[in-house]
T-cell receptor, first 109, second 115 residues
C-alpha cells in the first residue's frame, strides 16, 4: 500500500459544478498536510495548507480527518482554469515528505 | 525576480555521461530540496538540505550527489547517466526544516532525457 494515495482520475466535470477528492495517508505520525496544484509541464504550486479545524480559501475548502487518515479538497463553482492535477502532500515528524501521485481534474465548458 | 531558478531547463544527453543541474533560490529560505518526477507524474523527494547540511537522503543511487555551496544554492550532479534517469527534476525551497509545516516553492524543473 502506498503511503499517500489519491484517485488518479481524471475527474471530468462541467463548469460551475462542485467537485471533491480525497487523499488517504497511512502514516499516523503525519503532522502537516498541503494541497498543491500542478499544471501540465509546470512546477507544483501551493494551493492551500490543511489545518486540523479545516480551512477555506474562496471556492476551495480543505479538511483533515485524522481518525480516518485522509484529507479532502472541495472546489465549488469550478472554473475552466481549475483544470490541473492536484497533489496532496504529507509531512511526518521523521522528516519524511510524501507526495500523492495526483488527481487530474478537467473542467469542461 | 524568479524565486527558485534551475538551469538548464532541458538536458538531453547520452547514457554514461556525467551532468549537473543547478538550483538557486533568492527567498532567503533555509531548506532546499531535489525531487524527481517520472513519466507517471509521481513526485518523489531525493534530498533535502538545511543550511548546507544534509537532512533527507532518500534511497537514490549513489550516482546522484547533491552539493550545497551555500544555503541559497543546491546543485545536483549525476554520474554515469542511465535511461531510467530520464525524468523531470524539480528543485524546491522552504523557510524551515523539512518535515515541519512549511510550504515549498518549486523551481520550473529540468527535463532530463537520457538516450
Amino acid at each position: 500500500r502506498k503511503e499517500v494515495e489519491q484517485d488518479p482520475g481524471p475527474f471530468n466535470v462541467p463548469e460551475g459544478a462542485t467537485v471533491a477528492f480525497n487523499c488517504t495517508y497511512s502514516n499516523s505520525a503525519s503532522q502537516s498536510f498541503f494541497w498543491y496544484r500542478q499544471d501540465c509541464r509546470k512546477e507544483p504550486k501551493l494551493l492551500m495548507s490543511v489545518y486540523s479545524s479545516g480551512n477555506e480559501d474562496g471556492r476551495f475548502t480543505a479538511q483533515l480527518n485524522r481518525a480516518s487518515q485522509y484529507i479532502s479538497l472541495l472546489i465549488r463553482d469550478s472554473k475552466l482554469s481549475d483544470s490541473a492535477t492536484y497533489l496532496c502532500v504529507c509531512h511526518s515528524s521523521a522528516s519524511k515528505i510524501i507526495f500523492g501521485s495526483g488527481t487530474r481534474l478537467s473542467i469542461r465548458p | 525576480d524568479t524565486a527558485v531558478s534551475q538551469t538548464p531547463k532541458y538536458l538531453v544527453t547520452q547514457m554514461g555521461n556525467d551532468k549537473s543541474i543547478k538550483c538557486e533560490q533568492n527567498l532567503g529560505h533555509d531548506t532546499m530540496y531535489w525531487y524527481k518526477q517520472d513519466s507517471k507524474k509521481f513526485l518523489k523527494i531525493m534530498f533535502s538540505y538545511n543550511n548546507k547540511e544534509l537532512i533527507i537522503n532518500e534511497t537514490v543511487p549513489n550516482r546522484f550527489s547533491p552539493k550545497s555551496p551555500d544555503k541559497a544554492h543546491l546543485n545536483l550532479h549525476i554520474n554515469s547517466l542511465e535511461l531510467g534517469d530520464s525524468a523531470v527534476y524539480f528543485c524546491a525551497s522552504s523557510q524551515g526544516l523539512a518535515g515541519l509545516s512549511y510550504e515549498q516553492y518549486f523551481g520550473p524543473g529540468t527535463r532530463l532525457t537520457v538516450t
